[in-house]
């Protein structure tokens, strides 16, 4: 499977909501359910919440990262770690993201070796 791209992106694998998010996937829906389907959605491996600007999308990273997600590794090198933004151009702003890949043409994200025959999200509701 695989989620719909538009405008600003963030997105989890569900399996670092499971293990980091507090309450795991369960709390997390709970949490963001009044969002569903609007800017909202996910697939069997990927959450997708989104926004329309830089700055709506630096607070989105910002609460994630106040509950315990790690953004950006920066000793080695700077890339995404536990969530990944990418911008409207479908790009993940200038840093690697060693676990997603990205469908410019048809902008969509998918888990990196897995299929991404289906496409949920905005585009898919």
């Not at 997600?69 to 479908?90: G, R, T």
């Not at 890949?101 to 994200?109: K, L, M, T």
């Amino acid at each position: 499977m695989a989620i719909a791209l538009e405008h600003f992106n963030f997105i989890v694998r569900r399996s670092t909501i499971e293990d980091k998010y507090p309450g795991g996937w369960d709390q997390c829906l709970i949490d963001h359910a009044s969002s569903l389907g609007t800017r909202v959605w996910y697939d069997e491996y990927l959450f997708r919440d989104g926004a329309m600007n830089p700055i709506d999308m630096e607070n989105l990273v910002n609460a994630w990262r106040d509950i315990g997600f790690q953004a950006v590794l920066i000793n080695s090198e700077k890339k995404w770690l536990d969530c990944c933004v990418i911008d409207e151009s479908f790009e993940t702003l200038s840093l690697s993201c060693d676990w997603i890949e990205i469908d410019v043409a048809r902008e969509f994200a998918y888990l990196k070796d897995e299929d991404p025959a289906e496409v949920v999200g905005h585009h898919g509701f």
